[in-house]
């Protein structure tokens, strides 16, 4: 492994790769990208689980993808290999390609990244950063690589500290980028759900008697919980309704509840279902249990700032460290 990459001659490589491919047949290829997805995991992470995840959202969101592989150690060191993501459309002989470049870094070597990674951006299209890698986050090397992003995707599920998650979070997004939470996406099947119970207008009636939150999360479900606190404590003020929160360490997943008067409205999974329960009434609804490739599909289709999510990571972060000052 050499100690430099030099981005020139990455960029030269995938020239040629271009120029080869281009040679390979009449019907020619197809060079797509509409943004640059720039991947940071730790070497451990699994590889072709990572990799069957780009390549299923390459035809939908075609991009020039940077996979950074992160490798303990004080040794300072950096490697590099580039290579395309090619696909067929249904019923037609032109491939459609995407360039694909993979970086391993040492963490000695962290601080040359973002000069690694700066000229590898295709100009003037997003920049979409997704970190896999809670250790890197609390590196100082971190604040510059995130910087060269338009968007920067997190997931707070595999943070030690779910309340240290969330405030981390929440600073990134004050420092002006863009920023998602995977754990917040894992809940907009929740939240489509919860918002139809108040679509019935027997039920929309009976909303301002609503006077309690009570959230109960499982392990590993805590920033859910508190995400989904914060979310209908939001939804509900603007209805003209003051609920009190309460998030608590329980069993299972997660699960919710609206409550008030005789008034019960409620959501929890089991297994596969979402079991939605108003008052003595309940339905289900199939929940399959979401992949990487899922909420990474809908996240690079939110383009710009999602002003609901930020609106919710600010409150989200009001209520845990409250709870925890407690």
Known sequence: MSTTVAPDKILKELAGLWVEEGKQGPSGVLRACTMTLVVIAEENDDAAALGETVAALMPEHPARTILVRLRAGHERALSERVYQQCWKPFGQRQQ?????????????????????????????????????????????????????????????????????????????????????????????????????????????????????????????????????????????????????SSVVHGSGTICIELSGGSFRAGLRREDDRLVVTVDELSNCTHLPQPTDYLLMREELGIQRRDPIFERTLSTAARLAVSSASE
């Not at 707070?156 to 405030?167: Q, V």
């Open 96 to 244: 459609i390609c995407c360039e694909q470049i993979e970086l391993t870094a040492s963490d000695a070597a962290l601080g040359d990244l973002p000069s690694v990674l700066l000229p590898l951006i295709v100009a003037d299209l997003p920049v979409i950063l997704w970190c896999r890698s809670a250790r890197l986050t609390e590196m100082p090397e971190f604040l510059e690589v995130a910087g060269l992003a338009t968007k920067l995707v997190l997931d707070s599920a595999s943070f030690g500290s779910a309340t240290a998650a969330i405030r981390r979070i929440a600073s990134s997004q004050q420092r002006g980028s863009g920023t998602a939470d995977l754990a917040w996406t894992r809940l907009s099947r929740w939240r489509e759900m919860l918002a139809r119970v108040f679509e019935n207008r027997v039920y929309l009636s009976r909303l301002h008697e609503v006077s309690t939150i009570q959230v109960t999360w499982g392990d590993g479900f805590e920033s859910a919980g508190w995400y989904l606190a914060a979310w209908a404590q939001n939804a509900l003020a603007d209805a003209g309704v003051n609920a009190k």
